[in-house]
């Protein structure tokens, strides 16, 4: 019978051997365990620190979860910060929590908001993993924290340990600070952070009021564009921190997408703007004012190719632009500064600090310094710094226009005084040339006034004429009018006293009967039968009627053209009065009538017009004018066919409307230009004076109508006239 300690040692090289290959195919299976976070009662918040954090690169983006927990390919994250740059690779990030706290709620922190996709892998109650996902692309309201940051519950037991998972993508640079502890702690950095960015922002708004008031106040440039810089970079950095996304644009992928980008790279742009004119870079270095100007069309590109979908590219350039702008500025600024220059040296003090800041949080990144509240936020406290600083330089700027101002009236008062003596040389001899001067200008002013008063008597003299050649013409048709129904007056004068003495013996003759007796009465009557036949008593009663009647039509007619020229005249309404517009067409032509050749027929459609207010007497003045026109530019035709003169009248809203058109010879386009100006005619000398025209288009517009000429050479000439209906609103 073999004991235990027999059967120990036979079984101990086979035992031993299974031990070890045991062991080695654990170590083959099993991935390499990083250090665990532990969340202690003392230490109840803590930054992932060296070798608690491990990572895998997914360089296809489409590994599931399965491969990813069985995978070796987990390596250990020698890194205080987790930094991966712009990458397209899916990060994987594995670490364990222990809870050594009385609670089981613990929290999980990830500070950097501006992760596109980030889904957080954790085991439940059985032991199984389900997954969280987030992320800036994700909705807002999904999250289990309302907040910029990635904030998860976590549901630890005391006492025990889980193993989480991450999984990352971003068009970003990849930053991944983690936080864990215990929800009074992780509420308290998250507020602690809220209020430090608060407060930056109150600042950043705080400087704006401040310049925008001083910008208005001094009207220098300068400080607009410092109002728009410090906006830019405070937006950048609302941006950065999630600020924007968690309060204004959270719901609008598109903006989300595109926020980080177009804030980068308008800070990029107002702050080379800015540069350019606190220090004046055009004026002291054209050279470095076109390299600005070059910084800037290519910052603007970014936002294209961001436009575009771009978004890697556009971060790649906006670094490269980030690194290479601020080492230029600041060796320009510094240069400047070497050439004492006062607004250049704050420059310089503004900017270092900020670039001091931009230090701190790239070696807080890397593991260099510690990763704490003061680093985290170096470079919003840099930020405020500097705008604080280029506020003061900007306020400087107002000390160094008050001592150039007075420099300036300093210098312009030594230059007025010397400038008071050659004043008094100059005064004599300036008095002397200016009295010489007057004496020249009273002689010219002498000339001008004997000219003028020559023109005032030619222009008269040709307003006579005018008005001696209009009164000739229209008085040579009143007498010719009224002398043909005159002539038949007259004419019909003789015949009916010849007829009235046959009628006067026949009564003669008949009243001799009462004298006689009845044998010579009945011879008597038969002698005055006879005389009737002779002198054929009948005709002569027709005769009579027709000779009275004749006489009436000429009466008639008579009156007719003194109510024309009546109407036309309108000698006795000075006033504006109510007319109707067809009796002022009709009178003109009226009077015209006897120079209207036989070939020339008037063509009238008339509309239903209202009574319009007008002073009468120079409307058909204007009527006058344009008809005679009319009627010369037909006689001056080489071939006289059937010719017209139509008259259209029509009511547009507040006006009436006056077509006279005729088909004379017409007008070219360099007359018609010319046609209202005073003294401007186309007839020979002597047959016109260029001022009926004048005087229509004076009349018209008196009463605030407007008159259009359409004419072309060979094809008539068209006026249409525009008269308001009631002249006295148009007048006021």
Not at 396 to 403: G, L, R
Request: with cysteine; glycine share 4%.
């Amino acid at each position: 019978m073999i004991d235990y300690k027999t059967m120990l040692h036979l079984t101990k090289p086979a035992l031993y051997k299974f031990v070890c290959l045991l062991l080695l195919v654990m170590v083959r299976y099993m991935p390499a365990q990083a250090d665990t976070i532990t969340i202690a009662p003392n230490h109840s918040i803590q930054l992932a620190e060296y070798g608690q954090l491990e990572y895998l690169l997914d360089a296809e983006g489409n590994m599931q979860f399965p491969e990813i927990e069985n995978s070796p390919a987990f390596k250990k994250l020698n890194k205080q910060i987790p930094n991966f740059g712009l990458t397209q690779d899916a990060i994987w990030l594995r670490f364990t929590i222990s809870n050594t706290t009385p609670s089981a709620h613990l929290m999980l922190n990830v500070t950097y908001p501006i992760l596109d996709l980030i889904d957080l892998y954790y085991p439940d109650s059985t032991g199984k993993y389900q997954v969280i996902p987030g992320g800036e692309l994700r909705p807002f309201n999904k999250r289990p924290v309302n907040h910029q940051n990635f904030v998860y519950n976590l549901n630890i037991p005391n006492g025990t340990a889980q193993t989480f998972y991450l999984r990352i993508q971003s068009r970003e640079a990849i930053l991944v600070p983690i936080y864990a502890g215990t929800e009074r702690e992780i509420y308290n950095k998250l507020y602690n952070d809220d209020l430090l960015l608060a407060i930056y922002i109150g600042i950043i708004l705080v400087m704006i009021c401040y310049n925008t008031f001083i910008f208005f106040s001094v009207k220098d440039w300068s400080y607009f564009y410092y109002i728009i810089y410090i906006a830019c970079v405070g937006l950048a950095q609302i941006c950065l921190h999630g600020f924007g996304y968690r309060f204004f644009w959270h719901e609008n992928i598109y903006v989300t997408e595109q926020s980080v980008l177009w804030a980068g790279a308008l800070s990029g742009i107002s702050v080379l703007l800015f540069v350019q004119s606190f220090l004046h870079v055009r004026d002291k270095a054209p050279w470095a004012y076109r390299v600005m100007s070059l910084f800037i069309i290519v910052y603007s590109s970014t936002i294209v190719l961001s436009l575009l979908g771009y978004f890697s590219i556009a971060y790649a350039l906006i670094d490269f632009l980030a690194i290479t702008g601020v080492i230029f500025i600041m060796v320009f600024a510094v240069m400047q500064a070497v050439r004492k220059s006062r607004t250049a040296r704050i420059f310089v003090l503004a900017w270092t600090v900020f670039i001091l800041a931009i230090i701190c949080f790239v070696l807080k990144d890397v593991g260099i310094i510690p990763y704490n509240i003061f680093t985290s936020h170096i470079i919003v406290i840099g930020s405020a710094i500097e705008v604080i600083l280029l506020s003061f330089a900007l306020a400087d700027k107002i000390n160094t226009f008050k001592a150039e101002k007075e420099a300036s009236q300093a210098i312009a008062l030594e230059i007025s005084k010397e400038n008071e003596q050659l004043v008094r040389e100059q005064n004599i001899i300036l008095e002397a040339k200016v009295q010489e001067r007057t004496e020249e200008l009273q002689n010219s002013n002498l000339d001008l006034n004997i000219a003028l008063t020559n023109l005032k008597e030619a222009q008269t003299q040709l307003v006579e004429k005018e008005k001696m050649a209009s009164l000739g013409q229209l008085t040579a048709g009143i007498a010719h009018e009224i002398n043909n129904p005159i002539n038949f007056v007259t004419s019909n004068i003789k015949p009916l006293k010849l007829d009235i003495a046959d009628l006067k013996s026949l009564l003669t003759r008949y009243d001799e009967l009462s004298a006689k007796s009845e044998p010579e009465i009945r011879k008597e009557l038969a002698d005055i039968e006879k005389f009737k036949r002779e002198i054929d008593i009948e005709y002569i009663h027709e005769e009579i009627t027709s000779l009275i009647k004749g006489i009436e039509d000429g009466a008639a007619r008579t009156a007719e053209i003194v109510k024309g020229l009546r109407t036309f005249s309108r000698l006795d309404e000075s006033e504006v009065k109510s007319i109707d517009i067809h009796e002022g067409l009709d009178s003109t032509l009226v009077l015209l009538r006897n120079g209207i050749p036989a070939n020339v027929n008037i063509i009238k459609e008339y509309a239903d017009l209202p009574k319009i207010e007008c002073y009468a007497g120079k409307i058909n003045q204007v009527f006058m004018n344009i008809f005679s026109n009319a009627l010369n530019a037909i006689r001056s035709k080489a071939v006289q066919r059937e010719e017209s003169i139509t008259i259209i009248t029509r009511q547009e809203g507040d006006f009436i409307v006056i077509t006279i058109r005729d088909t004379g010879i017409g007008m070219s386009r360099e007359v018609q230009e010319k046609i209202f100006d005073p003294f401007f005619t186309t007839k020979d000398v002597g047959e016109g004076t260029g001022l009926g025209l004048s005087i229509v288009f004076s009349i018209i517009e008196k009463h605030k109508g407007k008159i259009v000429v359409n004419s072309n050479p060979n094809e008539g000439a068209e006026f249409i006239i525009y008269l308001p209906l009631n002249i006295v609103n148009h007048l006021s």
